[in-house]
């Protein structure tokens, strides 16, 4: 079953087609980072007129990418649509979701709806040719405890087979991306984010900064990271005061803050596998590129980076393996969808 997905939750616009939720056929991703570097920041109206004018051409070069000339040529190649239908931006999700609704009804092909951030945990199951022998060649056992780490989200899962989940806890406040990327912008790296910090982050002998490692002895399953923010705000702060805020100490500041938050996503997520017996840890989401906490889990499932972050291929494998085909006139953006299932 061949499923052409679209992803436009947030800045990113992505296209992709996937063959049995394993196999990539084509997989493109236009990002306009470059334009949010110029902002500060995404601002919303921006990212949706940006979105508006790649869609189609995206979705065109994911099928011609697969095989198809383009969109001309989607019947009988293609069996169903996916698109991201939340949580996200609205206008992102409304470009996305109207030209899927469209193409659906356009060349009668089933409409499956897909939640972004649930759907990245498929991420691990795909490039294997088996859904349950992942890209580096372990086998992924059930039941798997499976951490989805983005900008906007922190939520760990119990997953008891490909199709059954049961929410665990997630973040009271800031996500671990959003306190990667909030970091950046107080060292001075702009809107590069993770990616930043990570590159930035060089251990020093005499490191002088400690962080606090937040509600890392707390018992339930749950995440809060903006006091961690705070936390580097006053350093920076204490640091710009005594004249001391430099590549040095930015490096260190870096560093810490990436052990802090790693340090909290490893405990909490062992904890989960301890207590639910999993036999699989899997991680993913675009925090899950990072080095640092791939090196503190080497036992855990991880896709390649560039599966982690945004992209639509992990749509159309969550599709495949649990998505139900919907009306297309039932189908809305939910910019607040839940992630707790
Ligand atoms: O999953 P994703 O692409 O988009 C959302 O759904 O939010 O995740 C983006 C987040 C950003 O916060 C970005 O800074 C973070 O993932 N990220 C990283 C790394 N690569 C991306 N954080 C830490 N280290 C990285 N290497
Ligand atoms: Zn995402």
Same mark, same amino acid.
Request: include cysteine; charge should be positive; charged fraction near 20%.
């Given at each position: 079953?061949?499923?052409?997905?679209?992803?436009?939750?947030?800045?990113?616009?992505?296209?992709?087609?996937?063959?049995?939720?394993?196999?990539?056929?084509?997989?493109?991703?236009?990002?306009?980072?470059?334009?949010?570097?110029?902002?500060?920041?995404?601002?919303?109206?921006?990212?949706?007129?940006?979105?508006?004018?790649?869609?189609?051409?995206?979705? $065109?070069?994911?099928? =011609? *990418? !697969?095989? %198809? #000339?383009?969109?001309? &040529? /989607? @019947?009988?190649?293609?069996?169903? +649509?996916?698109?991201?239908?939340?949580?996200?931006?609205?206008?992102?999700?409304?470009?996305?979701?109207?030209?899927?609704?469209?193409?659906?009804?356009?060349?009668?092909?089933?409409?499956?709806?897909?939640?972004?951030?649930?759907?990245?945990?498929?991420? $691990?199951?795909?490039? =294997? *040719? !088996?859904? %349950? #022998?992942?890209?580096? &060649? /372990? @086998?992924?056992?059930?039941?798997? +405890?499976?951490?989805?780490?983005?900008?906007?989200?922190?939520?760990?899962?119990?997953?008891?087979?490909?199709?059954?989940?049961?929410?665990?806890?997630?973040?009271?406040?800031?996500?671990?991306?959003?306190?990667?990327?909030?970091?950046?912008?107080?060292?001075?790296?702009?809107?590069? *984010?993770?990616?930043?910090?990570?590159?930035?982050?060089?251990?020093?002998?005499?490191?002088? +900064?400690?962080?606090?490692?937040?509600?890392?002895?707390?018992?339930?399953?749950?995440?809060?990271?903006?006091?961690?923010?705070?936390?580097?705000?006053?350093?920076?702060?204490?640091?710009?005061?005594?004249?001391?805020?430099?590549?040095?100490?930015?490096?260190?500041?870096?560093?810490?803050?990436?052990?802090?938050?790693?340090?909290?996503?490893?405990?909490?997520?062992?904890?989960?596998?301890?207590?639910?017996?999993?036999?699989?840890?899997?991680?993913?989401?675009?925090?899950?590129?990072?080095?640092?906490?791939?090196?503190?889990?080497?036992?855990?499932?991880?896709?390649?980076?560039?599966?982690?972050?945004?992209?639509?291929?992990?749509?159309?494998?969550?599709?495949?393996?649990?998505?139900?085909?919907?009306?297309?006139?039932?189908?809305?953006?939910?910019?607040?969808?839940?992630?707790?299932?």
């Amino acid at each position: 079953m061949k499923i052409l997905a679209i992803e436009t939750s947030c800045d990113e616009t992505a296209a992709a087609v996937v063959e049995d939720g394993v196999k990539i056929l084509s997989n493109v991703v236009a990002s306009s980072a470059a334009m949010h570097e110029k902002y500060g920041g995404i601002v919303p109206e921006v990212a949706a007129r940006e979105q508006l004018k790649c869609i189609i051409p995206t979705i $065109n070069e994911a099928l =011609s *990418g !697969s095989g %198809l #000339k383009d969109l001309q &040529g /989607l @019947t009988p190649f293609i069996d169903a +649509i996916a698109v991201t239908v939340g949580p996200g931006l609205i206008g992102s999700l409304l470009v996305g979701v109207e030209t899927a609704k469209t193409i659906a009804f356009a060349f009668k092909k089933p409409i499956i709806p897909v939640n972004h951030v649930i759907a990245h945990m498929y991420a $691990n199951f795909i490039q =294997s *040719g !088996s859904a %349950l #022998k992942v890209p580096q &060649g /372990l @086998t992924l056992s059930f039941p798997a +405890i499976s951490l989805v780490v983005s900008g906007g989200h922190t939520e760990l899962y119990l997953m008891e087979s490909i199709k059954k989940l049961k929410w665990l806890g997630g973040t009271l406040d800031d996500a671990a991306g959003e306190c990667f990327d909030k970091t950046a912008r107080l060292l001075g790296f702009g809107s590069r *984010g993770g990616p930043a910090i990570a590159a930035a982050a060089t251990k020093s002998a005499n490191l002088q +900064i400690t962080l606090p490692r937040p509600m890392i002895r707390d018992e339930t399953l749950n995440f809060s990271f903006s006091g961690l923010k705070t936390a580097i705000l006053r350093e920076v702060n204490k640091l710009k005061a005594q004249n001391q805020f430099n590549n040095v100490t930015i490096q260190q500041l870096a560093f810490e803050v990436q052990e802090a938050i790693t340090d909290v996503l490893v405990e909490k997520t062992v904890r989960a596998a301890r207590k639910h017996r999993a036999r699989s840890i899997l991680l993913s989401g675009g925090v899950a590129a990072n080095k640092r906490l791939r090196e503190k889990l080497p036992d855990a499932i991880v896709p390649s980076p560039n599966l982690c972050t945004d992209n639509a291929v992990y749509i159309a494998s969550y599709a495949f393996f649990r998505g139900t085909p919907t009306a297309w006139h039932n189908i809305t953006a939910i910019p607040d969808l839940s992630v707790e299932k």
